[in-house]
């Protein structure tokens, strides 16, 4: 990807999807993004939060939506000034609107209930699986459930904020999220939005796991506190043959998607096979 006259261009040349929000006013200060703010919808469907985002209505916007599956779409070019950040502060900053580009991830956020009956605020379930119990960097003490973000959805939100960090010269420090600038108000993108990992998938860097895959990496461990289910096969429509623990190490047998098959690996010996999503897997 890349900018072009402040248009996201994709990989094969031409611009992503346009729907201009009306829920803006005037120019970036100084005519350009002098920061990257990540926000999740609280929602389902990117669908619906581009149509609440380009009503009048909404009062708020943001200059792309990212869907769960990787699709992009803007609704403003990246000089102007969309309403995403609302009251906030960053370095002396006051009100972050007139100064960044606003990402919105298409992402239910936190969840109330636990194991086995998670729930989005609207009251729909949640698998377990696509959650991750922790506590937020500004509530240390409390512990909820956060839905997780699809790796396409994170590669896709790289690759535009790579594109943008190039094209207005932004450093790793300055992409922010919506709970830095509006920490008492705001809670997005939450604990399951892994910001260091997805730094080093924007500027390249060498330690970011992703240089080398399973195969150059042999041995992983799980990164859930709330532990991830090993299944009977790839997909949360499978039974759970087992819970593995946070710490948890494990071999990666096969790779043929997001959903990987592995052996659980205990004191060296490589025992229960299955599958689990990868999203929750790091080099051990």
């Known amino acids: 990807m890349k900018v072009r006259n402040h248009?996201?261009?994709?990989?094969?040349?031409?611009?992503?999807?346009?729907?201009?929000?009306?829920?803006?006013?005037g120019?970036?200060?100084?005519?350009?993004?002098?920061?990257?703010?990540?926000?999740?919808?609280?929602a389902g469907a990117a669908s619906g939060s581009i149509r609440h985002?380009?009503?009048?209505?909404?009062?708020?916007?943001?200059?792309?939506?990212?869907?769960?599956?990787?699709?992009?779409?803007?609704?403003?070019?990246?000089?102007?000034?969309?309403?995403?950040?609302?009251?906030s502060r960053w370095k002396g900053i006051l009100g972050l609107n007139g100064h960044s580009v606003g990402i919105e991830l298409a992402n239910w956020g936190k969840l109330s209930g636990g194991s086995g009956?998670?729930?989005?605020?609207?009251?729909?379930?949640?698998?377990?699986?696509?959650?991750?119990?922790?506590?937020?960097?500004?509530?240390?003490?409390?512990?909820?459930?956060?839905?997780i973000y699809p790796e396409a959805q994170v590669r896709a939100c790289a690759d535009a904020a790579r594109a943008i960090c190039e094209a207005y010269g932004l450093r790793?420090?300055?992409?922010?999220?919506?709970?830095?600038?509006?920490?008492?108000?705001?809670?997005?993108?939450?604990?399951?939005?892994?910001?260091e990992r997805f730094r080093s998938l924007v500027f390249g860097r060498a330690d970011d796991g992703d240089a080398a895959g399973p195969e150059d990496e042999p041995r992983w461990q799980v990164r859930s506190a709330s532990g991830?289910?090993?299944?009977?096969?790839?997909?949360t429509e499978n039974g759970i043959i087992k819970l593995l623990d946070d710490g948890t190490e494990v071999a990666?047998?096969?790779q043929p998607g997001t959903w990987w098959m592995v052996a659980e690996v205990v004191e060296g010996v490589e025992r229960d096979t299955g599958w689990v999503h990868s999203r929750w897997l790091q080099p051990a």
Request: net charge neutral; aromatic share 6%; no cysteine.
């Open 7 to 25: 248009r996201l261009i994709g990989g094969d040349g031409s611009a992503v999807p346009l729907k201009q929000t009306p829920n803006r006013s």
């Open 172 to 195: 790793p420090a300055d992409i922010i999220g919506h709970d830095d600038i509006s920490p008492g108000r705001k809670s997005d993108p939450g604990p399951a939005w892994d910001m």
């Open 117 to 147: 009956g998670w729930k989005t605020w609207t009251g729909g379930a949640v698998d377990d699986d696509l959650v991750v119990a922790a506590a937020h960097k500004n509530a240390p003490d409390v512990i909820r459930g956060w839905e």
């Open 53 to 87: 985002l380009t009503s009048k209505a909404a009062r708020a916007s943001a200059h792309l939506v990212i869907g769960r599956d990787g699709d992009v779409t803007q609704l403003g070019r990246f000089d102007e000034k969309l309403w995403h950040a609302g009251t």
């Open 252 to 254: 990666v047998v096969e």
């Open 228 to 235: 991830l289910n090993l299944r009977d096969g790839p997909g």
């Open 27 to 42: 120019k970036l200060v100084g005519g350009a993004p002098k920061y990257l703010v990540i926000h999740y919808t609280a």
